[in-house]
């Protein structure tokens, strides 16, 4: 119910501006970001506002909670957003760049030096997630805007493929395809 809360109310931002000629400011602005970079910052913002009442005021929704990755293309550059662990991949010219970093409690751990990627990839404690939208009243989305190149390929995804799947994996089989189409079936036959 969350994510697809989440989606449609972001689905729902950007239409609704795209109307208006304008993206409606939600919260304080990020300094340093682009227009397109503030509007999705805004988004997820106003979905995380929605989700959260909503668990407050409607029986049986109480914690209900989400992860989000999106991202807003505009001409040749890219404004990201991530909340939680589902993750935003770049693969270029033959190699594969996770751009986003997932807010769970195994990888702050790895983060800080405490465990290694290997046993975090091991623990129990791999969907404790830190940050999720409509778990708080506030939520901040890690937000960057990036250059895009000519035959960039991004790839989105949450961690139920990436939890079976390493990076190489992922990249081979995009890089395999000859479709978008064809590298999303690939990849879900090889996650299943």
Known sequence: ????????????????????SSYPLVGNPIAGLSESGQALASAIRLANRTIHETGQHQVGRAGMGSTMVAALVHRNAISIANVGDSRLYLIRQGAIQQLTQD????????????????????????????????????????????PL???????????????????????????????????CDGLIAAAK
Request: include cysteine; charge should be negative; glycine fraction near 8%.
């Open 1 to 20: 119910m969350a994510s697809k809360m989440g989606v449609d109310i972001v689905r729902r931002y950007f239409r609704e501006a795209a109307g208006a």
């Open 103 to 146: 807010h769970s409690l195994v990888m702050e751990q790895v983060r800080r030096g405490y465990i290694t990627p290997e046993q975090a990839a091991k623990s129990e404690m791999q969907n404790i997630i830190l940050r999720a939208l409509g778990s708080e009243d506030t939520v901040e989305a890690d937000v960057e805007d990036l």
């Open 149 to 183: 190149l000519p035959g960039d390929v991004l790839l989105m995804c949450s961690d139920g493929l990436t939890k079976y799947l390493p990076d190489d994996d992922l990249l081979r089989i995009v890089s395999s395809c000859t479709s978008l189409d064809g590298a």
